[in-house]
């Protein structure tokens, strides 16, 4: 297994790019089970999530490959097989997605449930009702979810509906996902209230209206969509990543540097720069590019996560090791995922003096971290871990890195570019 090995202490200062956004190019991938002809997406991450939706699909018959420019051409030719098995769906929950665009095209599904995560239960029931809203038959049965369209033998589709999918935290991404899939294929008008309205799901809103779908209200809660009967596979670039260049962000005002990084839109980014403005950065915009700037040590600031265009909870643990070294008392709350908090205790090993209270975190700013051991369970916690280590004195070797290779492409040759000493090493 790897690890990652930094020797805190250093400003970060240049320029980097941030790669496509994992969580934009993981339904788009979906859709191409809604295709007919390939599908061939550009500024596709290469991260271990991608190539894990890439083995999913192929076991729905949908043949992927990624060309020597990068490209990611994929192309559905096998309809009849229905099944997302658990060994896969266990190791990524965004597999999920693969449900709506099954029942609206072949009629039938069977996909694992995804379980668990150290970020909390994660369930999803609201993807259950979005799709039996649309008439989709649903039981779960030894772990899978089974699925039907009606009168999926003799060729009926799903039928548009009106539906509210907001749940106790809010909208649901991945839900949002799941459910526009399927309705841009059923007979009639689907209307979806409190629909998420995160850059990737209207990312994925746009591809599929240049695949024939008709969707209206992009980027708002509400979504109208008129179901049409054929979509075709077409080209598409992927947004960037907000939260791998938010990561980079943080980290370039945590270590007192001056970054700037391309493939920031500031449109994705409003929350974490008006926070880091108010922690006492200089941030600078520009049209897909974020300048930073933080000479003094920051101040602290709340934080409270929230679905977009509120504080991004990916951002959340970057953001509180920033605020461990932060001028005063910061209070973080998480909205979106309540137990996402692993990162505290591995962040108070290294110095840090920060109590979790039910869904917030005390966070009372040290003058300095210092370097040790430590292990993530999840990917922007390890983000987290290595923002950390950039600031405290010495060395911080992170474990099970796994985790931040699932959304992170290479991030410890940006960081070296930005002059971050960092190295990955093999761990016995
Ligand atoms: C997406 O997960 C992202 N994953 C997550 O990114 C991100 O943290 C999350 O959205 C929130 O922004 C992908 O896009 C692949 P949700 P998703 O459904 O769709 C509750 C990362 O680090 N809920 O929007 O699974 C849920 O428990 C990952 O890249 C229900 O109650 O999240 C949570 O409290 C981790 N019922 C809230 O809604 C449901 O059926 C938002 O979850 C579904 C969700």
């Known amino acids: 297994m790897d690890a990652m090995v930094v020797t805190g202490g250093c400003r970060l200062q240049g320029r980097v790019r941030a790669g496509g956004a994992k969580n934009a190019a993981l339904p788009i991938m979906a859709a191409s089970l809604l295709a007919d002809g390939p599908m061939c997406l550009k500024n596709v991450p290469d991260l271990a999530d991608i190539r894990t939706m890439m083995r999913l699909l192929a076991k729905l018959g949908v043949e992927s490959e990624r060309r020597p420019n990068g490209d990611l051409v994929l192309e559905s030719r096998n309809a009849r097989r229905n099944l997302a098995p658990y060994d896969i769906m266990r190791t990524m929950r965004a597999g999920i997605c693969v449900l709506g665009p099954l029942l609206a095209r072949r009629g039938r599904a069977e996909v694992s449930l995804p379980g668990g995560c150290a970020i909390g239960d994660r369930p999803v029931d609201l993807h259950l009702k979005g799709l039996r809203a649309l008439g989709a038959r649903l039981d779960i049965r030894h772990g899978y979810i089974v699925g039907s369209a009606p009168g999926a033998r003799t060729g009926k589709r799903l039928r548009g509906a009106e539906m509210y999918l907001g749940g106790p935290f809010g909208s649901s991404v991945t839900g949002t996902a799941n459910v526009l899939m399927a309705a841009v294929l059923a007979k ?31 980027g708002s809660p509400c979504l109208v969509v008129e179901g049409v009967d054929r979509l075709v596979g077409v080209p598409h670039t992927v947004i960037p990543d907000r939260i791998e260049a938010g990561t980079l962000l943080v980290a ?8 700037t990084v391309e493939g920031a839109r500031s449109s994705d980014l409003f929350a974490l720069v008006h926070v880091l403005r108010e922690a006492g950065a200089r941030v600078e915009r520009f049209d897909d590019t974020i300048r930073i700037r933080a000479r003094r040590r ?18 959340q643990a970057q953001m509180m090791a920033l605020l461990a070294v932060a001028d005063g008392i910061s209070i973080i709350t998480e909205k979106i995922f309540p137990d996402r908090f692993m990162h505290i205790a591995e962040l108070n090993r290294m110095g840090a003096r920060i109590r979790k209270e039910g869904n917030a975190a005390v ?5 300095r971290l210092s370097g040790a051991p430590v292990m993530a369970g999840d990917l922007r916690a390890s983000a987290a871990l290595v923002i950390a280590g950039l600031i405290a004195e010495g060395k911080t070797t992170i474990s099970r890195i796994y985790h931040l290779d699932r959304g992170y492409e290479r991030i410890e040759r940006k960081l070296a570019a930005l002059g971050a000493t960092i190295k990955r090493i093999k761990e016995r």
């Open 188 to 218: 009639g008008q689907t209307v979806i209230e409190c629909a998420a309205c995160e850059p990737e799901v209207q990312d994925l809103a746009r591809v599929l209206i240049k695949m024939g779908a008709k969707i209206h209200g992009i």
């Open 252 to 259: 370039g005002a945590a270590t007192g540097g001056d970054v």
């Open 298 to 315: 920051l101040k602290s600031v709340d934080v409270t996560t929230l679905p977009f265009p509120g504080f991004p909870t990916d951002l």
């Open 363 to 367: 966070v009372h700013g040290t003058r």
